[in-house]
T-cell receptor, first 114, second 111 residues
Framework: NAGVMQNPRHLVRRRGQEARLRCSPM?????VYWYRQLPEEGLKFMVY????????ESGMPKERFSAEFPKEGPSILRIQQVVRGDSAAYFC????????????FGSGTQLSVL | SQQGEEDPQALSIQEGENATMNCSYK?????LQWYRQNSGRGLVHLIL?????REKHSGRLRVTLDTSKKSSSLLITASRAADTASYFC???????????FGTGTKLQVIP
């Protein structure tokens, strides 16, 4: 049973380009969370999605960032017109239920903006 | 803002000693979880304690929860060099609420 799969593992973009980060949750999981982590810091919540629905996007910047979790396929975190400050590790986690369930994390995508 | 705050921020101990990390949170919770993160990797779930539980054990891990003080502690007994990692607490307020993480404790176990 494959765990949470994130790709790419590393992504390098120049300022102004778009970054697309993918996350395939564990089989049978319908809840996906995206977190962002700067070096030596904790995880900052970005967005919580269910299949085809955004449940909570309170941690996501209003501009340039968007997320989706379609009925078929992986969840996508999209960052348009990247800036240097977007450089960070982005982690995806999934769970089977909304409550009382542990999160299973992917290995993350390290985004570097040149 | 972060829900949880871990204390200490960093901890360095000798192999074989016990390591205690604390977590304080702000709002009422449904459960509290502890995770471990090795450098450059994703988080791994260690243990979950529900709001109606006061103590839980798993191998060398012992977690306590005091909801009146809004705090939890993680004790790792007989530490090993392989326990070197960052440890995070995470809180879940129930329902369709996001799980939020604390700032983490960086543990170094010296062989």
């Amino acid at each position: 049973n494959a765990g949470v799969m994130q790709n790419p593992r590393h992504l390098v973009r120049r300022r102004g380009q778009e970054a697309r980060l993918r996350c395939s949750p564990m089989k049978g999981h319908s809840h996906v969370y995206w977190y962002r982590q700067l070096p030596e810091e904790g995880l900052k919540f970005m967005v919580y999605l269910q299949k085809e629905n955004i449940i909570d996007e309170s941690g996501m910047p209003k501009e340039r960032f968007s997320a989706e979790f379609p009925k078929e396929g992986p969840s996508i975190l999209r960052i348009q017109q990247v800036v240097r400050g977007d450089s960070a590790a982005y982690f995806c986690a999934s769970s089977g239920q909304a409550t009382n369930e542990k999160l299973f994390f992917g290995s993350g995508t390290q985004l570097s903006v040149l | 803002s972060q829900q949880g705050e871990e204390d200490p921020q960093a901890l360095s101990i000798q192999e074989g000693e016990n390591a205690t990390m604390n977590c304080s949170y702000k709002t009422s919770i449904n459960n509290l979880q502890w995770y471990r993160q090795n450098s450059g990797r994703g988080l791994v779930h260690l243990i979950l304690i529900r709001s109606n539980e006061r103590e839980k054990h798993s191998g060398r891990l012992r977690v306590t929860l005091d909801t009146s003080k809004k705090s939890s502690s993680l004790l790792i007994t007989a530490s090993r060099a392989a326990d070197t990692a960052s440890y995070f607490c995470a809180t879940d307020s129930g329902g369709y609420q996001k799980v939020t993480f604390g700032t983490g404790t960086k543990l170094q176990v010296i062989p």
